[in-house]
């Protein structure tokens, strides 16, 4: 018996070598220089999954371009029921790619460490899971060519940002224009992973480093979990990258401004995938390798930052785990959740900069001055990191949010993130705390098929609604309460209220011809001398309306029994 263990030992050391040859990508097969093409990738994959039981590749739900969104689990033992991995106790990583295809970095990287696992040559921990997104944006991979991302070095050739319906993905996670955004929320709320990984390519100033790190706020991710993530998940991360040759440093969101003096960390909101996963108590990352670095050094530095996300997540799987479950108890019990934040200047951490010497120069084009780097001038200087935020509004849990069925592609969105609501089973009626807008500021020009709302200020009442069969009841006693508050509180940054979803209550649907109401205007002040007088105030204090004829007929039709009660009411309603 012992002879023939020796015998497969060596026969393993044998095989394996020769199994990792034939399973090659193209960036090896480049030196460093290229990326394949969508279906090549796709293809790749399924290859390693019919070569090996670790590995299982599942085709998730559409996408704008056509094609399904795959899934490929990696796991010692092949385990791709999550239910049963997160039975068995296990972490779960979740690494999206390509959500930028002309950021592909994360593509390749993932290839070859799936690839490093399957052949032995780097081991996963049993008690880690990992699943990769291959290729996020399809439509976008589809659309490749040598000419995007002009100031980029390398690859060859790459996709595009914009996706099929010319969406920038990664600000789409919460309005969900896309039929990707859908399936991501499908595959999140399937793995509900531990950690999210977002691999993405940085532009932006000049500098030493190959690699930085966008890490969720740890103010905004809040309690225990905004706690571990700031002193000990983030700090071990640069720890580990440094045993491995690369000098981690936070996400460079300097623009304009000389780094040396320090910036901001990036505001992570719920439409990026990052700020999304934080609404699900997911410890958050995104990667950014930096453009100017040669490809294979990118690809490199990604699959080190992978390989560390792994061993931490490995070694504090139990903390990880403890204090997911915790933060998700205390959202459902929460009694109060902050929608607004501010950067506090006065909180920062120092970390070690390695830049080059910037300056200006005159511009060849057009004579003007212009920046430039000086990569023969290196330098390396602690700075100021400001990444701190704290809340400066709150909104107080309601009992449950009633949500009429009309609005059914709100209700869509609920469902396809696993929200617990339900039919109400007969008309009802019920006491609710209502919001009007009083005031908002819509965007002068489009962003990503949108014009937000922002600035948005609202009333409250407390009024009795009826409300039919069928409309929705969401109680405020789950682990969604902190995804609900953020989405349907009309004031949050990016609630379905910014998104434009519920804009149709913002146009008033019922008028009057003005010499019909003439006299139905007159009579109605006659019988409501309140309304008289305060009409007579008004022409007192406001000279323009004084003059205003067809101001002051609605301004009684507006007071009347007669003005729509739906105009500028809020259709969302919070039972106390």
């Known amino acids: 018996m012992k002879k023939l263990f020796i015998v497969a030992v060596f026969l393993l050391h044998i095989l394996l070598p020769a199994v990792a040859q034939t399973i090659t990508t193209r960036f090896e097969q480049s030196g460093g220089t290229q990326t394949p093409p969508y279906a090549e990738i796709i293809d790749w994959w399924k290859k390693l999954d019919e070569k090996s039981g670790k590995v299982k590749m599942l085709t998730m739900g559409m996408s704008d371009a056509g094609y399904p969104l795959h899934l490929v689990v990696v796991a010692n033992k092949g385990d791709y029921n999550f239910e049963q991995i997160r039975k068995n106790n296990k972490r779960i990583i979740l690494i999206n790619n390509g959500i930028h295809p002309g950021e592909p970095d994360g593509i390749d990287a993932s290839m070859l460490l799936a690839r490093d696992i399957v052949t032995g040559k780097y081991k996963i921990p049993d008690n880690v899971v990992l699943a990769f997104i291959p290729v996020y944006n399809i439509g976008g991979c589809l659309n490749r060519s040598a000419n995007y991302r002009v100031d980029q070095n390398g690859p060859e050739e790459f996709g ?6 010319n969406l920038d993905l990664n600000r789409d996670a919460i309005k969900s224009d896309s039929k990707e955004a859908r399936s991501f929320a499908q595959i999140f709320q399937l793995t509900d992973p531990d950690v999210f990984v977002d691999n993405h390519v940085s532009d932006g100033a000049d500098y030493q480093h190959v690699m930085t790190l966008l890490t969720t706020q740890s103010s905004k991710l809040g309690g225990v979990m905004g706690e571990y993530i700031s002193k000990e998940f983030e700090p071990a991360l640069y720890g580990l990258m440094k045993q491995k040759g690369f ?8 623009w304009g401004d000389k780094p040396e003096n320090g910036w901001s960390e990036y505001w992570d909101s719920p439409r990026y995938a990052s700020g999304y996963a934080a609404l699900w108590n997911t ?7 930096h453009m100017l670095k040669a490809y294979d050094q990118r690809v490199k530095s990604t699959y080190a930052l992978m390989q560390s996300f ?10 990880i785990r403890q204090l997911r479950a ?35 120069k005159s511009s060849e084009v057009s004579g003007f001055p212009r920046l430039f780097y000086d990569r023969s001038k290196p330098f390396e200087q602690s700075v100021k990191i400001f990444n701190f935020f704290k809340p400066v509004t709150f909104v107080k849990k309601p009992k449950a949010y009633i949500l009429p069925q009309g609005w059914w592609k709100v209700a869509e969105l609920l469902q396809i993130n696993k929200v617990q609501m339900m039919p109400l089973k007969k008309d009802t009626v019920i006491e609710v705390e209502v919001y009007k807008i009083s005031d908002y500021k819509s965007s002068a020009r489009q962003y ?4 937000l709302n922002t600035e948005v200020k609202t009333t409250t009442t407390i009024q009795k609604i009826a409300f039919r069969k069928g409309d929705w009841y969401i109680p405020m006693n789950q682990v969604a309460n902190r995804f609900l508050i953020e989405t349907l509180e009309p004031a949050a940054e990016d609630s379905y209220f910014a998104w434009n979803f519920f804009d149709a209550v913002l146009g008033q649907k019922e008028g009057y011809s003005g010499y019909a109401f003439e006299d139905i205007a007159a009579e109605y002040l006659r019988n409501n001398k309140d309304l008289q007088i305060k009409m007579d105030q008004r022409k007192a204090t406001d000279t323009v309306f ?4 067809r101001a002051q007929l609605n301004f009684v039709y507006q007071q009347s029994p007669w003005f729509e009660p739906v105009h500028m009411r809020y259709p969302v309603y919070r039972v106390l």
Do not use: C
Request: glycine letters at 6%.
């Open 247 to 254: 000098d981690l440093v936070p996400y460079v969101n300097a």
């Open 546 to 549: 004084a003059k205003d004829g």
């Open 283 to 289: 410890f958050s990352f995104v990667p950014e390798t």
């Open 310 to 319: 792994i061993e931490y997540t490995a070694v504090n799987s139990e903390k």
């Open 326 to 360: 915790q933060t998700k108890e205390q959202m459902k019990s929460a009694v109060q959740f902050p929608i607004a934040w501010t950067l506090d200047r006065s909180v920062y951490k120092e970390v070690l900069y390695k830049g080059y010497q910037s300056g200006q």
């Open 160 to 165: 595009f940002r914009g996706n099929s319906q």
């Open 448 to 451: 990503e098929m949108h014009h």
